[in-house]
């Protein structure tokens, strides 16, 4: 039976010589195609996307998920200087309602979760009885029997109601019909304001507000997948390409665009992808999240074993790695890296970022050689670079 | 709180003027870009499938699974004269091993699967409390104690998983490193034979046996997503690309090629899609599967749901549908059908399909409709078109 928390088969470079396919991001063209179907959902947006001249998708709780407009290099700079609307629709929501949604919401999460306030926001790694890390969603309570949990990209829905449905809670868990559209850049607080007057500007961090545009009321919290600062906005499917156009007729002076989670700008700044970044092979602790995690007073799910990997302390960590020499290709599979030839861990993102001149990655790096300035290197696809181990992301 | 059996929002039609992405499927060119990255993970034979020279995927279970080489069209032509070999390593395993997994295993589905023997494959609707589907695997039986749950696209684990840790089940449930490779086609026989000698010919339909080939053993069934006769290989990850390069290498007089399941076949054919066809909004008395369905008898998750539904009886069922007219666009949302303006179903998949000249399509249709040779309108995002329900699949 295999160990659940064992390292992820990272095998030493294979060289894939005479295969066509390792194209790198600034070369578009080069991009598989994918084929749609219902199965992969559109959005209420999708028209939105379409006509703004969407350029590639990513999958994504089995939705489309715009990742490239002009070029992820100029889509990064503009998001660092203007205001993006994102379709970030398939950020799905789970629902819990019902008496014992605060009970159930605490046993899916490490982190203690009993103070939270009506409106507020939180980060919460969700684990399985081994510790690792089955999403890590931001959690919103709207009333105090009532929860929507925005997920990152697996069924977690079908763990929630598993648990509630074997345990015959009194609770009802369902994805309700809300599509988040994310307002992200410095001139994101301008561009809201406009909207949504001058009392969205007094929403802080991680918190939430109902706030009416054109007699539709929307949940608005400020959040989302970027440094740059701003809002999501969470949608009810009926009215989505309304809000859309109002943001995008609203903010022609501030030169507002479609955009989308950024890959160069998220490994700069730090934010981890489930799937990429971390997996069910993962735990909390490795992935940094140790600051939400409570085992030694929260009852969870994972309880024990959080509480094992905790005494014992993380055996490897999520860190910066800057990769030299050549831009890398699509980091489309985990590149080993490795020290005098021995295996010490593994990228699992990275791209080349112009501002930094050097290609960002996100890696997990074994103990004894995690420490910012150690020297590895990185095998990719299309040959070894040399890459250093960083203590701080880049933004 | 919403009712999760209620019909899905279907709206009648939007025609969407001026929106250029409406791609038919016989113009690859004109699909959409997939940004490719860790979290859409590749295969052990991915480096097969891009030397084959593959055209396009689709996503599922979080994996790249090719849908085109050549053309859906010549894919087709071919799969029906000759021997494909498909990549579906996105039919994830879900292990079940211990002494509460079959018990465990009873519990997920309705279909009573006390009789199940050592080998033996079974198809299995999973539901939730409210009998809504929630995957549609195949079920095999390793052993007295131990089982795969072979997976359509969502996580059925996290459903499995949720139900065993809050029941406390000593049971242990995982994604092993498995990765199916399916040989198709009518002379799928000659070739499995070839490789794993005549005892291959042996398994009957929907059996599994374990077999050598160069000293690796396999699990080998005769399944697979077609009707055109195969086997389904359960492959270690490490031996992918060998066997794939054998059976490649075994099969040229045979025309044997890379291939995938193909979209006119599986329409054709009746075969239908988790996600495309049927979702959560669906119980399995109106997807067709009855026979699969023992809730007088088995005491499992959505027994009461599915007896009441049984009582009552499906208020609309999966048809097979004939659109005339133009050749329709790729069907990647739902399309409303309506009799004289009333919107009466949807339809889910579709395309033209040469051998019958007409687009074959499958829809969800009320009862009052359902019956063979009914005439109803078809609404595609292009424009209507006159189409009948049949009574029987194409092929």
């Known amino acids: 039976m295999p160990d ?61 998920l715009p990742t490239v407009f002009e070029s992820i290099k100029a889509d990064c700079a503009h998001l660092k200087s203007h205001v993006q609307v994102w379709d ?17 919401v605490q046993m899916i999460t490490p982190r203690d979760v009993s103070k939270i306030s009506n409106g507020q926001c939180m980060y919460i790694p969700v684990v399985n009885a ?15 029997d009532r ?76 959040s989302g997948y970027s440094k740059q600062g701003g809002f999501e906005i969470y949608v009810n499917g009926g009215g989505g390409m309304a809000l859309w156009q109002s943001l995008m007729g609203a903010g022609q002076d501030l030169h507002v665009r479609a955009g989308g989670p950024n890959l160069i700008e998220r490994i700069e700044g730090g934010l981890l992808g489930f799937g990429n970044d971390m997996t069910a092979d993962n735990n909390p602790y490795e992935c940094g999240l140790e600051k939400f995690c409570q085992p030694q007073t929260v009852d969870c799910i994972g309880r024990d074993a959080l509480l094992a990997i905790e005494k014992q302390g993380p055996q490897r960590k999520i860190r910066p790695i800057a990769i030299a020499g050549d831009k890398v290709p699509i980091c ?64």
């Open 147 to 222: 929860y929507w949990i925005s997920i990152a990209s697996s069924d977690l829905l079908l763990w929630v109601d598993g648990i509630a449905t074997a345990l015959g809670l009194n609770v009802s868990v369902f994805e309700p019909d809300i599509h988040p559209l994310a307002v992200q850049g410095p001139k994101a607080d301008e561009l809201m304001a406009r909207l949504f007057g001058p009392q969205v500007l007094d929403i802080r961090f991680f918190r939430a507000r109902e706030l009416t545009f054109e007699s539709s009321s929307y949940v608005v919290a400020r």
């Open 332 to 395: 489309d599979r985990l590149w080993p890296v490795t020290v005098g030839g021995a295996l010490v861990g593994q990228v699992s993102s990275a791209i080349y970022a112009p501002a930094q001149q050097v290609n960002v990655a996100i890696g997990m790096i074994d103990k004894a050689h995690w420490q910012g300035g150690t020297s590895v290197v990185v095998h990719c696809q299309d040959g070894d670079r040399p890459a250093t181990v960083n203590e701080e992301f880049w933004i």
């Open 4 to 64: 659940r928390l064992a390292r992820p088969k990272v095998t030493l470079p294979q060289r894939e010589s005479g295969i066509a396919s390792t194209p790198s991001h600034g070369d578009l063209s080069d991009l598989p195609k994918l084929s749609p179907s219902r199965r992969l959902r559109r959005t209420p947006f999708s028209r939105g996307v379409e006509a703004a001249g969407v350029k590639a998708y990513t999958i994504y709780n089995h939705m489309l």
């Open 88 to 104: 970030v629709s398939c950020e799905r929501q789970i629902e819990v309602t019902g008496p014992d949604a605060g009970r159930l």
């Open 130 to 144: 081994r510790g690792g890390m089955l999403n890590d969603p931001v959690l919103i309570r709207l009333a105090e």
